[in-house]
C-alpha cells in the first residue's frame, strides 16, 4: 500500500475526532465527547504552539493513523521536551510498522528543531501498547507522574 504521513489539515478534523475516541476507549474505557474534542483538535490545528498533529494517510488520502505532539520546555537543558500526546492506528492497519513510520515523523521535526527527547504517557494496564512503543525504542522513565485534581 503507497502511505504517506503529512501534517493534519483542518479537513482531517472528523478523522482525528473519530481517532481520539477510539483511542481514549481503547485506552483507558473513557468515552469522550465529541464536541470538546472537536474544540479542542481545532484548537491546536490552527495554533501549533498547542500541538501539532500528522496524519498517515493511504493512497487515496484517507487518513487511518494519527500522531500528535506538543512541547515542554525545560529551564535546566534550556530546550523542548517534545511529547506524543496521542497516537491511533485503525486496527486493520497495525503490526505492520505504521506505529514506527508515525514515530520516526515525530523524531525527525523534533530533531530538526534541536528537541531534547521525544516522551509519551502511558496508561500501566495498556499492556499492547507499552509493547508496541518498547518495539519502537521507547523505555520506561525513571519518574512517575503525579497528579493533583481541579476539582
Known amino acids: 500500500m503507497d502511505t504517506q504521513i503529512r501534517k ?3 479537513n482531517d478534523l472528523n478523522s482525528l475526532i473519530e481517532f481520539t475516541i477510539e483511542e481514549a476507549k481503547e485506552a483507558e474505557g473513557l468515552n ?3 464536541d470538546t474534542l472537536r474544540a479542542g483538535i481545532t484548537a491546536a490545528l ?13 493512497e487515496n488520502n484517507r487518513p487511518f493513523g494519527n500522531v500528535s505532539a506538543l512541547k515542554e520546555w525545560s529551564d535546566w ?3 523542548y521536551y517534545w511529547w506524543i500526546q496521542s497516537m491511533f492506528i485503525s486496527p486493520r492497519y497495525r503490526g505492520k510498522g505504521y506505529l514506527k513510520l508515525l514515530i520516526n515523523a515525530v523524531k525527525s521535526e523534533m530533531k530538526r528543531e534541536n528537541g531534547l ?10 499492556k499492547v501498547a507499552i509493547r508496541a512503543y518498547e518495539k519502537v525504542g521507547f523505555v520506561i ?3 512517575d507522574v503525579m ?3 481541579s476539582h
Open 46 to 58: 490552527n495554533d501549533c504552539s498547542k500541538a501539532t498533529y500528522w496524519v498517515i494517510v493511504d
Open 147 to 149: 497528579i493533583l485534581k
Open 32 to 34: 469522550k465527547l465529541p
Open 77 to 79: 537543558n534550556n530546550g
Open 117 to 126: 527527547e521525544l516522551r509519551l504517557y502511558v496508561h500501566q494496564n495498556n
Open 141 to 143: 522513565s525513571n519518574y
Open 8 to 10: 493534519a489539515e483542518i
